[in-house]
């Protein structure tokens, strides 16, 4: 009884872990809504800030969009010659960014050929009508903040190139009680240093704006991170923003799976308040009084630009409750890169490490599979000969492992073990960025989407159905034997959908661990021949 209680706990334990895994990913993880932006354009921001009273002050409800026409246009200080809200255009080899009348960052296009679309247009990352603007800035005094939104900023210049050089953008805005100016000093790799200078003290608000929505998965990250001055994060996932302010904060960023908005100040800490926008998709303001200097950057959560910026930045890119196991994986997997020059490549070679240093836990949990396979006959045995008494059976069971170190869990238990780190390289290549684009061999041109062919899940069903043949079993139920031939196939229907460089990872895995089960086999056959020959 004990036996086939064992069997079916790691049969259910394997099963359930593992289908329940993919069916989950297959229901979440896979993208169920591109955002519309024919539906973004026709929805209004509900509320442009609103803080809690006690922690900070009011901030005005007042936006660039609830301000009429009318003003806009009557304002004194907007030149007529102005056709569109935008007033500088910067064009850099790695993206172009434009500024509107309000001195915000109104788009923002990605100009590498692996983020255009099918159709060939440039991904665009900053869309004013899918909430707030990086830089947007908002003040506490009602008055002035109308004023604000219906004046348009002066500018000295309005095309900019970056020739490998960075540019500055001097902006003025003139108020009749106050000048703002803004000097954007914006770099080739998509950061800006941002000096914001008032004539007189204003409480303020600067925003890093908000998150690009261009492709939701559920499970994937959507929201906003603060970096805290004590080194933890707080993560803010959209839908759950409350009213709040955090004191003591190193960076502020609006971030997706791939892309981020971010502002930050390494040594003068940042103030920032929490806002709840429409559906309670967070929104992160800046306070400020009057001089402020911060750091800010726009563009992909690529691991070597924002290393190059400032290594604390990198913390922009979140792997979720394995982070601690994920971050140190991408980094040798990026190490591995650098030697490789191939992502696919760099995948193979990362798995295959993993591989070789769980290897001993491998080991014991296949040979603890193998031991257990051959006390089978003698546990049927014990089965037969105590059917009607539960206590004997399982003392002589007890009695049996014990003579021969067999665990009937010690297939499991190493499995367990592996699962933290397995997990950590499935959130590794599920968020890295570089990976988009990236290819490996003559099919597989994008290791971020699935494979076009299905040739890889077709592999990994196949090389899944081996390793099957040649790990040891002793199902005592037909139940479970059929469960267990009909998992490479439920597998790869799961796989089909799944980013190519997953799949490759998964593939790999199989065949590093059919060459290991192989090689605990035949060790297995040698020390049982041994044995055999000690007896004789």
């Known amino acids: 009884m004990i036996d086939k209680l064992s069997n079916q706990n790691r049969i259910i334990l394997a099963t359930v872990l593992s289908f329940l895994f993919f069916a989950t990913y297959d229901y979440l993880f896979i993208p169920k809504q591109t ?3 024919n539906e973004q354009n026709s929805s209004k921001i509900q509320k442009s800030v609103a803080t809690n009273a006690q922690k900070a002050p009011t901030v005005a409800t007042t936006s660039s969009q609830s301000i009429p026409s009318s003003k806009v246009t009557k304002s004194k200080s907007l030149n007529p010659s102005i056709k569109d809200d935008v007033i500088a255009t910067v064009k850099a080899k790695k993206f172009e960014l434009k500024i509107d009348r309000l001195g915000r960052v109104t788009k923002f296009y990605l100009n590498e050929k692996k983020y255009t ?11 004013h009508k899918l909430g707030f603007l990086p830089l947007e800035m908002r003040f506490s005094n009602e008055a002035i903040n109308t004023e604000a939104f219906a004046t348009s900023y002066d500018i000295d210049k309005s095309n900019y190139t970056l020739n490998g050089k960075p540019v500055t953008i001097n902006l003025t805005q003139s108020l009749p009680n106050l000048t703002i100016i803004k000097k954007i000093k914006i770099y080739p790799d998509g950061h800006y240093d941002l000096n914001i200078k008032l004539s007189k003290k204003a409480d303020y608000f600067i925003t890093p704006g908000y998150h690009p929505s ?9 929201g906003a991170l603060l970096k805290k001055s004590d080194g933890s994060m707080e993560i803010i996932d959209d839908g759950d923003a409350v009213e709040a302010t955090f004191k003591g904060v190193q960076f502020a960023a609006n971030a997706d799976k791939y892309y981020a908005t971010v502002l930050y100040n390494f040594d003068k800490k940042m103030t920032v308040v929490e806002t709840p926008m429409k559906d309670k998709d967070p929104a992160l303001f800046i306070k ?4 402020m200097n911060l750091g800010g950057y726009i563009g992909p959560k690529e691991f070597v630009i924002l290393k190059k910026i400032d290594p604390r930045l990198t913390d922009v890119i979140e792997y979720g409750f394995f982070t601690f ?9 990026s190490y591995i890169h650098t030697f490789l020059g191939n992502w696919g490549w760099s995948i193979v070679a990362l798995t295959l490490l993993v591989r070789l240093v769980l290897f001993p836990l491998t080991y014991k949990g296949m040979l603890s599979m193998n031991k257990m396979k051959a006390l089978s006959p003698k546990m049927k045995e014990l089965q037969a000969k105590y059917k009607g008494d539960k206590q004997k059976l399982n003392a002589h069971m007890m009695e049996l492992y014990k003579k021969h170190g067999a665990n009937p869990m010690g297939g499991c238990l190493p499995m367990i073990l592996q699962i933290p780190v397995f997990y950590g390289v499935y959130r590794v290549l599920q968020n890295t960025v570089e990976l988009k684009g990236a290819p490996w061999m003559l099919w597989i041109h994008d290791l971020a989407v699935m494979d076009p062919y299905f040739i890889l ?13 040649l790990a040891p079993n002793n199902f005592t139920d037909k ?3 059929k469960i267990m031939k009909f998992l490479p196939l439920i597998f790869t229907f799961f796989f089909v959908t799944f980013p190519a460089g997953l799949t490759l990872y998964w593939f790999t895995s199989n065949l590093a661990s059919i060459v290991q089960q192989y090689f605990v086999n035949q060790s297995f056959k040698k020390h049982k021949v041994e044995e055999m020959a000690v007896k004789k």
């Not at 679309?117 to 869309?127: A, F, H, I, N, T």
């Not at 261009?214 to 959507?222: A, D, N, R, V």
């Not at 196991?325 to 997997?333: E, G, N, S, T």
């Open 117 to 127: 679309s099918k159709d060939g247009k440039r991904l665009q990352l900053v869309d």
């Open 457 to 469: 899940p077709i592999l990994m069903g196949g090389s899944m159905f081996l390793q099957q043949k």
């Open 325 to 333: 196991i994920a971050k140190p994986l991408f980094v040798l997997l």
């Open 288 to 291: 400020g009084t009057t001089d």
């Open 35 to 37: 955002l519309n932006p």
């Open 479 to 481: 139940t479970q034997e």
């Open 214 to 222: 261009l492709e939701k998965e559920s499970y994937t990250f959507h």
